[in-house]
Every structure is written in structure tokens, then in C-alpha cells.
């Protein structure tokens, strides 16, 4: 069954002031949507590969744009529209399983916030910076991934694109600039729902 990009669950224009319709909609409908389609004519390939080469011809592939597809389809659901700009609920962490976790694993929210923005901003090149669920601590981590390598040893619970065509537009080089003004449309209802997932799975 072929891989769909998904809909964006707010409009375009909704992550304003914050993350502008212009980057939106390229990053959501092409970008994304790029991947999307590599992907499919990767697997389409692979279904009708014969030999181990073959297949490992196409690992790179399957990789980058599944990771891809992956990343941006968790990372859409990551976003609300501003608390602070009054559209939503965005950028509100309140009293809750996730609200604990976070003091219990970095002190405060404001800590978080810091700590992630350093490690985020040391990637080199393009990735990803998460905060993820460690299912065998049972606490919250710091991880970063490079190019579109999907969090594999943690469960994602917030991720932040760190390509440029996810903030050039509006911020120019300036990923720092990008890093502070994302928490502000940051789902942390969303992230609550994947830590509470995450650890109930995690005791069957």
C-alpha cells in the first residue's frame, strides 16, 4: 500500500508569528511530499529486486526518505498554533504525567528548553533534535539525529527539524532565533499523549 503524505491537522498560516504560511506550505507539500513519493518508488523498486545487490542498492533510499516521511509526520503533530499569539494551545506545558517527567529528567521546562537548543544547535549539517522516552530508565532523553535518520533507540516525544527549508525563509541562518521561537507552537498535549503511549507500552 503506497505511503500518503498526511494532512496538516491546522492551516497553513496557523504557526504564525512563529513558523510563516510561506514555510509551511513548501515544507509540508513539497518537501515533504518529495519524500513521500521517493519513498514509494523505492519500495515499488525493491518489490521487484532479485538479488541481495539489488536490495542493498536501495538502502540508502529507503532510509533517507522513509526517515524522512517519518520525522515530518510526527513532526506536524509536534506543532499548535500559539498559545501566546492567541490561536491555541501551543507552547502551554501543564500539570501532568508529562510536566513531571520533564522536572524529574531536566529540573524545570526552561531547562529543557536550554539544553535541547544547545544539543540541537551542535548538530552539523542538517537532522533532528528529540526529546525522547528511554523505555528501559523510564525517563526522558536528549538524542540528536543526523540528515533524516528516524529515533530509533528512544521513543520521540518531541521532535524539532533542524533542515534549513524548515526555518531559512523566515530566520535565515540564524537556527538559534528558529530554536527559541518553536516552543511556542510546541503540542505538548501531543507529546503528553505519545509519553503516556509510550509508558504504558513499555510495562506489558
Do not use: C
Amino acid at each position: 500500500m503506497a505511503h500518503v503524505l498526511p494532512d496538516l491537522p491546522y492551516a497553513y498560516n496557523a504557526l504564525e508569528p512563529y513558523i510563516n504560511e510561506q514555510i509551511m506550505t513548501l515544507h509540508h507539500k513539497k518537501h515533504h511530499q518529495t519524500y513521500v513519493n521517493a519513498l514509494n518508488a523505492a519500495e515499488a523498486a525493491y518489490a521487484k529486486t532479485s538479488t541481495p545487490k539489488e536490495r542493498i542498492a536501495l538502502q540508502a533510499a529507503l532510509k533517507f526518505n522513509g526517515g524522512g516521511h517519518i520525522n515530518h509526520s510526527i513532526f506536524w503533530k509536534n506543532l499548535a498554533p500559539s498559545a501566546a499569539a492567541g490561536k491555541g494551545t501551543g507552547g502551554v506545558l501543564k500539570e501532568g504525567p508529562l510536566k513531571a517527567a520533564v522536572d524529574a529528567a531536566f529540573g524545570s521546562l526552561d531547562v529543557l528548553k536550554k539544553e535541547f537548543n544547545t544539543v540541537t544547535l551542535g548538530i552539523q549539517g542538517s537532522g533532528w533534535g528529540w526529546l525522547g522516552y528511554n523505555t528501559s530508565t523510564k525517563r526522558l532523553e536528549l538524542a540528536t539525529t543526523a540528515n533524516q535518520d528516524p529515533l530509533l533507540n528512544l521513543v520521540p516525544i518531541i521532535g524539532v527539524d533542524i533542515w534549513e527549508h524548515a526555518f531559512y525563509l523566515q530566520y535565515l541562518n540564524v537556527k538559534a532565533d528558529y530554536l527559541d521561537a518553536i516552543w511556542n507552537v510546541i503540542n505538548f498535549e501531543e507529546a503528553e499523549r505519545r509519553l503516556v503511549e509510550a509508558a504504558g507500552a513499555s510495562k506489558l
